[in-house]
């Protein structure tokens, strides 16, 4: 598996002291300053002290967990990012299995935010305990960053971890914007119905299962259709468990399903006093979103960096990001402004927020726009124009891949199909194939995908499986 090494380093460790001190230390980030090595985004209190600490403790939860293949070691510090009026804690399971973020609104603190932009934040051991032990009359004062007038006497960081940084973890980050950002909101439960209805899942994963509203909850299916929600592995809405006391709505997003539809994501978010914990579970328990390919297609036209580019310098770390406007400032249509922000995706610049139903602004503190040209089909795909593989006649293009020959097929609708094995299998649900990559750029004129001079091999990730590369 392709990866890179992270380092964080601290000017001391984050604590939570005995009078209420929540002293969250940050790690290298971008402001609106631009790059900074120790950013301060807030300060002030926490409106609910004991669900704030719990949902917290979920986010640095999910980012040491493993759901699948948990033997593997699984350490990575949560991500915050200040958007002015809210902060965003998000995680990412080692498997890449699952999704998770803690939105902090307006009114669940009372305080001064400092400044806008996104660092990771320590969350050791110690202060994991220290969460725990939160009460409902404690206060809870939150320091994001470390105060200005330490700041000018660092000699140097005083806490350092390194860790492996692997590159289908950051694809991780872009694929599940892309996978759900045109998912609707599927069942709404209170909160005493929420809570009978997680508690009733079962502890072992039992493979794939579909839940449909039924009255005030929901309630398993024997197959997919119209309304219904697909839940793999439902131990891990585990970290909505310990939260469920504090009474808020369950909201769940999903696709339109057809019948007999192949799995799909879900997002749960759970509704807390000034706060949203959202949860985004892949399709399978053993199929992390790095592997999804939904962001190929928005990848693979060369216009779209250029496109990218002019939007993202109307980027100020936004908590709303409105296509329509950016449309009008840019003078694009809405169909390339909403593919540039699937670029910037994966390049960890942007988010989707469902229950704002928009896009925000976030720099992931890592060399995410690497792992993008890395990937698998995109490379291979490049390399089948780059050896003149491609040709079409009519609506049939022809794909010669060593001995044998794939076909891509355009449909009257515009819709592409291939002979592999990988479309056999998926049907476009783990987006588009190499050959039909390969087909769309040629077929648009284009010669090459992406940059991948320096690209590691990344053939060991296990995201792509051994029938895309037939």
């Not at 592995?233 to 539809?261: I, T, W």
Request: aromatic fraction near 6%.
């Amino acid at each position: 598996m392709t990866s890179t090494a992270q380092i964080y380093g601290y000017v001391r460790a984050s604590s939570l002291t005995p009078a209420g001190l929540l002293d969250l230390q940050t790690s290298g980030g971008t402001t609106t300053a631009g790059p900074t090595a120790h950013p301060r985004f807030f300060s002030g209190f926490l409106g609910e002290a004991e669900p704030a600490a719990a949902a917290l403790l979920g986010v640095a939860n999910i980012a040491q967990a493993r759901y699948w293949r948990p033997n593997l070691a699984a350490l990575r510090d949560p991500v915050v990012t200040c958007n002015g009026d809210r902060l965003r804690f998000e995680s990412f399971s080692g498997c890449c299995g699952v999704y998770a973020r803690l939105d902090v609104l307006d009114e669940g603190m009372d305080g001064t935010a400092l400044d806008r932009g996104t660092t990771n934040v320590d969350v050791n051991n110690d202060l994991r305990l220290a969460l725990t032990r939160v009460r409902g009359g404690d206060p809870l004062k939150l320091e994001v960053g470390p105060e200005a007038l330490v700041a000018t006497t660092f000699d140097g960081t005083v806490v350092e971890r390194k860790v492996p940084l692997p590159a289908r973890w950051l694809r991780g980050f872009a694929e599940v914007q892309a996978v759900t950002s045109g998912y609707d909101l599927r069942a709404e439960l209170a909160a005493a119905d929420a809570a009978r209805f997680l508690r009733g899942l079962p502890n072992a994963p039992r493979g794939v299962q579909w839940l449909v509203p039924a009255g005030r909850t929901l309630r398993l299916a024997a197959s997919p259709g119209p309304g219904a929600i697909c839940i793999a592995g439902p131990q891990r809405l585990k970290e909505l468990l310990p939260l469920l006391r504090f009474g808020g709505k369950l909201r769940v997003y999903g696709p339109n399903v057809a019948r007999g539809a192949h799995p799909a994501a879900s997002v749960w978010q759970l509704d807390l006093p000034g706060m949203r914990l959202v949860l985004t579970l892949s399709p399978e328990i053993t199929r992390g979103f790095s592997g999804e390919g939904a962001v190929l297609s928005a990848l693979a036209g060369d216009d779209v960096i250029d496109d990218a580019e002019a939007v993202a310098a109307l980027l100020a770390f936004d908590a709303r990001i409105e296509p329509d406007v950016l449309a009008e400032q840019t003078g694009l249509p809405v169909a390339r402004v909403r593919a540039a922000l699937t670029q910037l995706g994966t390049a960890g610049r942007v988010g989707y927020d469902h229950a704002d139903a928009a896009y925000f602004h976030r720099e992931l503190p890592y060399d995410a726009e690497r792992a993008a040209k890395q990937n698998p089909r995109l490379r291979a795909a490049r390399d089948l124009l780059d050896a003149g593989a491609v040709s079409w006649d009519g609506d049939i293009a022809t794909v010669k891949v060593e001995d044998h020959v794939q076909r891509v097929r355009l449909a009257g609708d515009g819709a592409l199909s291939c002979t592999c094995l990988w479309y056999a299998k998926y049907q476009g649900g783990r987006g588009p194939c190499k050959h039909i990559l390969a087909a769309d750029a040629y077929r648009r004129g284009e010669r090459g995908l992406t940059d991948s001079a320096d690209a590691d091999s990344d053939a060991a990730s296990g995201d792509d499986v051994a029938v895309a590369a037939r």
